[in-house]
């Protein structure tokens, strides 16, 4: 599985909106979870935002930091998903990784390359 991040990253100031994208090279609906990971300077890379997709329902799941400001959500027929940010502030500037879950016995992770994503105040 290959995870293509078409940018959407970039420079913001604080309160300002962008969205990331990531395309999957496989059917979205072979991937069990997809979701946004972001990584500080100095900081441990932590969950941002994951959808778990089933067929049916979906569902979704987000760091508390994030909650009311970002939205994820998938774009089946394009095997993307992406990332809504809304009012952005500062603590939000990290790289941004996509990844995909699948579950295969054991969880396999893969991951797209980082988008950078700075907020100013």
């Known amino acids: 599985v290959q995870l293509q991040a078409c940018g959407g990253g970039g420079l913001v100031q604080a309160g ?43 569902y979704v799941n987000y760091v508390d930091s994030v909650k009311g400001r970002f939205t994820i959500s998938k774009e089946s027929a394009k095997n993307t998903v992406y990332l809504q940010m809304n009012s952005l502030e500062p603590e939000d500037t990290a790289v941004y990784y996509c990844n995909a879950r699948i579950l295969r016995g054991l969880w396999e992770d893969y991951w797209g390359q980082g988008t950078q994503v700075t907020v100013s105040s």
């Open 16 to 58: 300002g909106s962008l969205t990331l994208s990531c395309a999957a090279s496989v059917s979205i609906f072979s991937i069990d979870v997809m979701g946004w990971y972001r990584q500080a300077p100095g900081k441990q890379r932590e969950m941002v935002a994951t959808i778990r997709i089933t067929g049916t329902v979906d």
